[in-house]
């Protein structure tokens, strides 16, 4: 098992910045990869961002550029600095953890998910 606990989320003015953590415990030793979703109201799950434990990272096209995804291997702690926001990053943030083959993902876990919101 894996727990995972985020924080840093909250309410931030357009343009302004966040940066989100993830904690991560437990049988950490199986995950090679960590990731960000979110989820808006209304709206389904979506990834934001993912790092490997050989470092590749993979971001949203809407977040590329703002957003920076970083972590230790063995992960302890996972990273989301989120910069230039827009009213359209606010939602829950969640993060995930994974063990995955290839593009199959053999299973996972999910955090509690932490608010953040963007005022305009």
């Known amino acids: 098992q894996v727990q995972l606990v985020e924080s840093g989320g909250g309410l931030v003015q357009a343009g302004g910045s966040l940066r989100l953590s993830c904690a991560a415990s437990?049988?950490?030793?199986?995950?090679?990869?960590m990731g960000w979703y979110r989820q808006a109201p209304g709206k389904q799950r979506e990834l934001v961002a993912t790092v490997t434990s050989l470092r590749r990272t993979n971001y949203a096209d809407s977040v590329k550029g703002r957003f920076t995804i970083s972590g230790n291997n063995p992960w302890n702690t996972v990273y989301l600095q989120m910069n230039s926001l827009k009213p359209e990053d606010t939602g829950v943030y969640y993060c995930n953890a994974a063990r995955t083959t290839g593009s199959y993902r053999q299973y996972e876990y999910w955090g509690q998910g932490t608010q953040v919101t963007v005022s305009s």
């Open positions: 437990g049988s950490i030793f199986s995950i090679n990869v």
